[in-house]
């Protein structure tokens, strides 16, 4: 049997390739590691029925020679993705009936190129989250210690491929979605520049912010999903044309003949506080590996980029309140079709609250809250328009840095994996964030590389960030650490 937690997509597309394995034989090796631990890790909400019929039509494009690198790979799917006559709930009671009506760019794309949808993936109720414990559906557990969290929002996505359930899954990342669960699960995972990937069919959580980006166990798999899902699509207006290039933010002319300078930016006064001892030790033993590696290393400053958490939490939330004013029972929601028809004013307000108090949980009902009020009349200007300019402030910050620095590195989280329970204050729950906001915050790619483990055996990520569209030069750094270091 394939042992499908150790497998890599590229091997495994290479194996297809040879004609020594199958798509239905890896979909196979997928459902036996599903069948044994799904109920316990709670990962997927649902395994499609038509796995295999998909896996027989990969292995039927690359019989006659049509296959791409991600032909017949199985692939798992965040739950907030559209797929046409699927239900897509992003593990909400609200949307627990909703069935799509078609199909995500994302997920058109993945089809396109033959990748096999394996299933929709557990994660917090409209991404917000860190653990998945925000969940209508339960939690996710962590396949590394099940008594952890596994991060969140798209916690499921993570545990997917580290449970040997899927060789890759799509998350989305708003303010680190993709970046904490892969740190949590000693993954790579990869939020790609603004507007690299389409939204379009993605549920909106924080428009100005969400990206949909990959998870898998190394840089080069990842990007082979990201090569799949990016382009432009004019169903996102924030959708941009960038042609297939190497940008290296600093690197010199082409055909200077110069070799390529690599230069880490690390803002140690952001390392101050908060930071676990272990996380900080291990980040400082990678940076010296760095250094052995030739890379230069510069001490930087960001003090706007401090601010990002604060940014987030005011943006976010108030993009949430309008994009989730949807779902109030009429077209989308729970009320039941004939029924608690509203009949005037009062009937009306009637509906709305019980379906917003019934639908939605807790976190969720906070956040909307949140954001009507840094919206309403009054405050919008001492929070909402205040944060967008700070936002603006931050972005140029990075600008200027990265004329100095091709990358700016911290670690993903300031903890490792936290067990069940153990951050009951959201404000704690927030703090997971602060160093993969300031990414989304100016719409930087940015990835998280495994870097280690603690004493406990719990997996450490690293993140890097990089200019706009320096998103394929993250995935080689990866490379660097695994081949040099
Ligand atoms: N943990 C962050 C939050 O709760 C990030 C969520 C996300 O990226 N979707 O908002």
């Not at 991060?151 to 990342?173: E, I, N, R, T």
């Not at 933010?249 to 390392?271: A, C, N, Q, T």
Request: overall charge neutral; proline content about 5%.
């Amino acid at each position: 049997m394939l042992n499908i937690k150790e497998l890599t997509i590229k091997e495994a597309g290479d194996m297809m390739k040879r004609g020594e394995i199958t798509s239905v034989n890896l979909v196979s090796a997928c459902f036996k590691n599903i069948e044994e631990k799904n109920k316990e890790l709670n990962i997927f909400l649902e395994v499609f029925s038509d796995v295999l019929e998909q896996a027989k039509n990969a292995d039927e494009m690359i019989k006659n020679g049509k296959g791409t690198r991600i032909t017949g790979i199985p692939i798992a799917i965040k739950d907030n993705m559209l797929i046409m006559g699927k239900k897509t709930s992003s593990a909400s009671k609200m949307l627990e009936n909703y069935t799509a009506t078609y199909d995500a760019f994302v997920i058109k794309k993945l089809k396109e190129a033959g990748a096999v949808l394996i299933g929709r993936t557990n994660m917090d109720e409209f991404a917000m989250g860190s653990s998945t414990e925000n969940s209508a559906y339960g939690p996710v557990k962590n396949p590394i210690d099940p008594s952890r969290v596994p991060g969140g929002s798209s916690g499921g996505s993570a545990a997917a491929v580290v449970a040997g359930m899927a060789l890759g899954a799509l998350g989305s990342d708003t303010g680190g979605s993709i970046r904490q669960p892969a740190s949590f699960c000693g993954l790579v995972g990869m939020k790609p520049t603004y507007g690299m990937v389409s939204r379009s069919g993605l549920t909106a959580m924080s428009s100005s912010l969400d990206q949909i980006g990959p998870f898998a166990k190394t840089s080069e798999d990842a990007e082979i999903i990201f090569d799949c899902i990016k382009g432009y699509d004019e169903m996102d207006s924030t959708s941009i044309n960038f042609p297939r290039t190497r940008f290296r933010g600093v690197s010199p002319e082409p055909g200077s003949g110069e070799d390529l300078k690599k230069i880490i930016g690390i803002p140690w006064d952001f390392l101050k506080e908060g930071v676990d001892i272990e996380v900080l030790e291990n980040f400082k033993n990678v940076v010296e590996k760095f250094k052995k590696a030739g890379y230069e290393i510069k001490d930087i400053s960001l003090p706007y980029s401090k601010y990002s958490l604060a940014v987030y939490y005011i943006i976010m939330p108030a993009e949430v309140s309008t994009n989730l004013s949807r779902l109030d029972g009429m077209r989308y929601g729970l009320r039941k079709e004939g029924e608690n028809l509203p009949t005037g004013k009062a009937g009306i307000f009637d509906t709305y609250k019980k379906s917003r108090s019934l639908g939605f949980g807790p976190e969720t009902r906070r956040r909307i809250i949140l954001g009507t009020y840094v919206l309403s009349h009054g405050y919008y200007d001492a929070y909402y328009n205040k944060a967008w300019k700070v936002r603006r402030a931050i972005m140029k910050e990075f600008q200027e840095i990265f004329k100095d620095v091709n990358f700016v590195m911290t670690p993903t989280t300031p903890t490792p994996a936290f067990k069940f329970g153990e951050k009951k204050d959201p404000l704690a729950m927030y703090l997971c964030d602060i160093f993969t906001t300031p990414a989304n915050i100016a719409g930087l790619p940015a990835i998280s590389i495994p870097s280690g483990f603690s004493s406990l055996g719990l997996p450490f990520g690293i993140q890097f960030s990089g200019p706009l569209f320096s998103d394929e030069s993250l995935f080689a750094i990866e490379k660097d650490l695994r081949d040099n270091i």
